[in-house]
């Protein structure tokens, strides 16, 4: 008989000290502060504030803190906190056409209107470990010139106008987006859940699934039309004064995957679009996302949809890192009582093997 | 930076107002699961969150609230949970099944007979019993809305056919009202009796699933 184990109260304050302590570490070493986290590990505050769906890099910094740089933690911090928050309003629709952009380029198009700009970026740097960043390392100041006032196009804007890509669906004029934060998700889901849910996805899981489609399953033929980062302005609608009001700038990566065409005997072929978007600077992730979101239309699209990352149901029910660690960890708790319930099934199935099994037995149902 | 400041029992009013009212339908449709926009709670999915939120919906500041996990106050999980609600809604608490207003379980009945006064709340990690049989949601909603538990019966058969018994020990299906086959969560089989016609109000929460 297996006897349920007691969690003291006071094991539980126990282990929770212990891991403030842990957390801690050696008190000789300084303590990290926020603004280093924010400065320092700035791709990790990105996600964090991603996939917890919550624009605050001090509080991500923060969650990171406490969560001892786990990233999953810290996205379920910020998300349990973002739950509790009221809601005012949406914004308007942001313009990345008007970003301040600081990177943008395209596979598409060596020469696009306003250039490409590399920005910020970890390709073609040799992946060799680097001695002289261990300690006091000062970078060297980057290299400037005058801003260029040019305007920067989205490229899939430029494809568009010749019609060589379909349109991007517009929403009805005063229609509201979908939120899954609010409203219960029901299958077949349109397309803004979709979005919604994607840019909540663990970057690993959704990195996955978009490497699948590259690899065959569900293949959709995708070039990088244009990955773009930088500031937007964020803009409310405000009843009282009758116009949008600016609420500030949040820096935004957005990927736009240029598929292969759709057609038919009534419209002329033309390419199709998959879209990505996240909070910071997030390339894997939006690159990701616009690919499993091109998977995801092959039913809109007319497409045999075979492969998991064509499955929404698959994709959509799994995506999420909060639910999915909490679900596999909850594995810890005890079982106790399932488990003694299986136990004893599983007894009375034995015992009742052995006996029709004994060479009695055996010999009778032989005759 | 924004200091977080929380509500009575952790939940907002808005929240707290549509998560009663899946509950009212749910208590006038038995059985039928009420999808519900379950909230990130500060414990994990599969850690209880959908009693959770059942309970703060619905605890004010007189109740008084137990809870058990496996069939005991004391193991970490019910401790944490018990704690919680003392923390945010500054609600007693007791390990006494007589003087509970609310009981919050994770897979137990108490022994002791519950009255007319008292709610227990599930926590319930899978709520659809056809899911082993039928991993689509589409295509389970579409079952139960037809009333087509074929699949449940003959599932049940082959056990018979294979071991001699169901080999169903826990987390036993139920019908309720003649009408939606439900999973009261991994509740041992040997409990399910306690729910026939019981006193008390029971409401089965599943966060990560999303339904009541």
């Known amino acids: 008989m297996y006897v349920a184990v007691k969690g003291g109260e006071r094991a539980i304050e126990n282990a929770h000290r212990l891991l403030a302590h842990a957390r801690r570490g050696d008190q000789g070493v300084a303590e990290i502060s926020l603004d280093q986290i924010s400065e320092q590990l700035g791709l990790a505050v990105d996600r964090v504030m991603s996939e917890g769906s919550l624009y605050d890099r001090e509080l991500a910094a923060l969650a990171i803190k406490q969560a001892r740089g786990d990233l999953i933690e810290a996205i379920f911090l910020v998300r349990a906190f973002r739950a509790t928050l009221p809601r005012f309003g949406a914004g308007e629709p942001v313009d990345t056409g008007a970003m301040r952009v600081r990177r943008r380029v395209s596979a598409t198009f060596k020469d696009i209107p306003g250039g490409q700009i590399l920005g910020p970026t970890f390709d073609y740097t040799h992946r060799l470990l680097d001695p002289a960043l261990a300690d006091g390392f000062v970078p060297e100041a980057p290299a400037a010139a005058e801003a260029s006032t040019a305007p920067t196009p989205r490229v899939t804007d430029i494809l568009g106008r010749d019609g060589l890509i379909e349109s991007s669906p517009q929403a009805e004029d005063g229609a509201s987006v979908g939120d899954l934060t609010r409203e219960p998700l029901n299958f077949p889901a349109d397309r803004d859940l979709r979005l919604q849910n994607l840019a909540r996805g663990d970057e690993g899981f959704l990195l996955a699934m978009g490497y699948s489609t590259q690899r065959g399953y569900g293949r959709n033929h995708p070039f990088v039309g244009e990955i773009r980062f930088g500031e937007v302005e964020v803009e409310l609608f405000a009843e009282d004064v009758g116009f949008a009001v600016p609420l500030g700038s949040i820096a935004l990566t957005e990927c736009q995957m240029v598929n292969q065409f759709k057609g038919s005997a009534t419209e002329a072929p033309c390419f199709t679009r998959g879209y990505g978007l996240a909070f910071g600077q997030s390339e894997r992730k939006t690159m990701s996302m616009a690919l499993v979101d091109r998977a995801l239309r092959a039913r809109e699209l007319g497409e045999e949809a075979l492969a998991p990352a064509q499955d929404e149901e698959f994709v959509m029910s799994h995506s999420d890192n909060v639910q999915a660690t909490g679900f596999v960890e909850h594995l810890k708790l005890p079982h106790y009582v399932d488990f003694q319930s299986e136990l004893g099934l599983l007894r009375k199935l034995r015992k009742e093997f052995a006996e029709a099994n004994t060479p009695d037995a055996m010999r009778e149902a032989a005759e | ?212």
């Open chain 2, 1 to 212: 930076m924004n200091a977080p400041a929380y509500n009575f029992a952790y939940l907002d009013e808005q929240t707290k107002r549509m998560i009663r009212r899946a509950i009212l339908k749910a208590i006038a449709i038995p059985g039928y699961q009420v999808p519900f926009a379950s909230r990130e709670m500060p414990m994990p999915y599969g850690w209880g969150t959908g009693g959770v939120q059942v309970t703060a919906a619905i605890l004010g500041p007189q109740d008084v609230l137990k809870v058990i996990d496996q069939g005991s106050d004391d193991t970490t999980n019910a401790i944490s949970i018990r704690k919680f609600f003392a923390k945010t809604a500054g609600v007693a608490t007791t390990t006494a099944t007589e003087d509970a207003t609310v009981i919050q379980t994770r897979h137990r009945i108490p022994e002791t007979a519950l009255h007319a006064n008292q709610v227990l709340v599930y926590q319930v990690p899978i709520p659809e019993p056809l899911r082993f049989l039928e991993p689509r949601e589409t295509e389970t909603r579409r079952m139960h809305a037809l009333a087509e538990y074929g699949l449940m019966h003959v599932k049940l058969y082959e056990d018979i056919a294979r071991f001699g018994h169901i080999a169903t020990a826990y987390a036993y299906p139920v019908k309720v009202n003649a009408r939606y086959v439900m999973d009261p969560s991994p509740t041992p089989k040997f409990d399910n009796p306690k729910m026939d016609n019981c006193p008390a109000l029971q409401l089965f929460g599943a966060g990560r699933e999303k339904r009541i």
